[in-house]
């Protein structure tokens, strides 16, 4: 009897260890499960955030959540496009437009009109001038254009028409006031004075002109303010003509008809003589 009770007392004891060992096992699992939800729980949140950061782009990336990404995106392309073509075309509007060559053999029909010429009026061999009274290369290349008439005394005549440059203030009242003395035959005596004084029209100089050229001031000074819308018409009509025949600056010289970059006495003559000669016409 004795020995069952031991050996009934061994086997609770078993039991006891058994479920201790197995109670502790579960609490042991419980608590690594515990302390493995605590360690992931920090990524857990990182998880998290990375989510909401593609919602987010993924939102943006459809144009608000309406699924229009293509168009939006082909509407910046466009914007962008028209963008570059502004900047293109102010680039190449940045860029000076060059004047196409000039043509030194074209021929030109410039009609001498009522205008004043130097030299013989029927001459052979005509020059035409374009000139403003207060360009200093007019000045310059006016005692050349002496030095042709004086050369050449019964075969050019000088066509002078007006293209007073718009930088030039006293270019058109200077010519009014050249063809007021050309009222009274002195149309070439009061251009080369003006010519020789930068186109100064002060009355103190328009009197020193009138004394040496022996002109009557009173009737320069009426016709040239009485008559000013007669002036200006001309002015007007060379300026237009000058516009035709491809005048780009003072003096610009035509030799019948054609545009001549003779500016010294022995280039006109060599281009006069061969026209004499029938060389060239």
């Known amino acids: 009897m004795e020995g069952f009770m ?18 502790s096992g579960v609490g042991l699992l419980t608590g690594i499960n515990n302390a493995v939800r605590s360690a992931l729980s920090p990524l857990n949140a990182k998880l998290a955030e990375i989510d909401r950061t593609e919602k987010t782009i993924e939102y ?34 940045a860029q000076p437009q060059q004047p196409p060559p000039e043509d030194m053999n074209r021929v030109y029909n410039i009609p001498s009109g009522i205008s004043s010429i130097l030299g013989k009026k029927d001459a052979p061999v005509t020059i035409v001038a374009f000139d403003d009274f207060q360009c200093p290369f007019c000045a310059r290349f006016h005692l050349v254009i002496k030095e042709v008439l004086a050369a050449y005394p019964d075969k050019v005549g000088v066509v002078i028409k007006n293209f007073p440059l718009p930088f030039h203030p006293n270019a058109r009242p200077a010519a009014k006031l050249a063809m007021a003395a050309n009222e009274q035959g002195k149309f ?28 009557d001031y009173n009737k320069l000074m009426a016709d040239y303010k009485n008559k000013d819308a007669q002036w200006e018409k001309q002015i007007q009509d060379d300026m237009q003509l000058g516009g035709a025949v491809d005048v780009r600056g003072t003096p610009t010289f035509y030799l019948q008809g054609r545009k001549t970059n003779a500016r010294d006495l022995a280039s006109f003559k060599a281009q006069i003589d061969a026209i004499l000669e029938g060389k060239n016409r």
């Open 6 to 23: 031991e050996n009934k007392n061994s086997v609770i004891i078993i039991l006891l260890v058994v479920l201790i060992g197995v109670f």
């Open 60 to 93: 943006k990336l459809n144009a608000g959540g309406n699924g229009n990404s293509n168009a939006s995106l082909a509407a910046i392309q466009n914007e962008l496009a028209q963008i570059q073509n502004k900047i293109n075309a102010i680039g190449a509007n």
């Open 188 to 215: 070439q005596g009061m251009m080369e004075s003006l010519l020789a004084n930068g186109g100064d029209v002060t009355e103190p100089k328009i009197k020193e002109y009138a004394k040496n050229l022996g002109l």
